[in-house]
């Protein structure tokens, strides 16, 4: 009898051992994903850069599959900055590239699936031994490679960040901050009326939540030509803010515009 339940004991003892193993490996996948994840990151620099309670949300989120992005979002000018504020603190530039990452977030959050252009853009004209005019051939590329890569695309948005006055790129409502935005169309686009319906419809949708907040269309017809809309009538060139917004103005607005494109992309 005691031999039994010796052998009783240590039985258990081997089955709860493999029941930690599992618990333990299935954590470490969880955690893995996790981090490799641009949504969970972003949150963490929600809490860290904007003190925002993040908690619940970190809790509950859900990993969004990027197998059939719907958007995809880039920067031709990717150092284009803003004016430093509490990013600083935590040695992150307030630049376009950061603005497109909350872009994607915001749009996640949706349910609108996202992707964002990652190369630096800057080292790859250096190592082709091409200087900052041929940026737009380049993001040109890089834009139809990533069309050829997922055929689910069908919005495509080239983030700017404009030089104007602080006070043209700014607009209080609410007692709320936020940055002010420009659709830039080129002409020489046969086609660019489309596009430019496209700007208009999210131009009166982003006036419809914050009054004045879109200074509308710009329509150019020198200088980089088709801006890369070309590949889309579903293709825009937006000036987020100016040199002067601080991020926590172009977050506002970002937010926004998100909701516009959710808007747009579900028939609303």
Known sequence: MKRFKTYKRKSHKKFYLIIKILTFSFFIFKIDKLLLNDKFINLINDYYFNKIEAKEELVSLNIVDEKKPVIYIYNTHQKEEYIGGVLDDYDVM???????????????????????????????LYNRGLNFNYSYRLSKELLLNKINEYPSLEYFIDLHRDAIPYDRSVITYLDKDYAKVLFVI?????????????????????????????????YKNHGNGDYNLDVSSNALLIELGGEYNKFSEVNNTLGILATCYMEVINGK
């Open 94 to 124: 307030p630049s376009v590239f950061l603005a497109s990452k909350r872009l994607k977030e915001n749009l996640m959050k949706l349910g609108i699936e996202t992707i964002i252009e990652e190369t630096n853009m800057e080292e790859e």
């Open 186 to 218: 080129g002409i020489d686009l046969p086609t660019y009326q489309d596009n430019a319906a496209l700007a208009k419809t999210i131009s009166d949708k982003l006036n419809q939540y914050v009054p004045g907040i879109s200074r509308g269309i710009m």
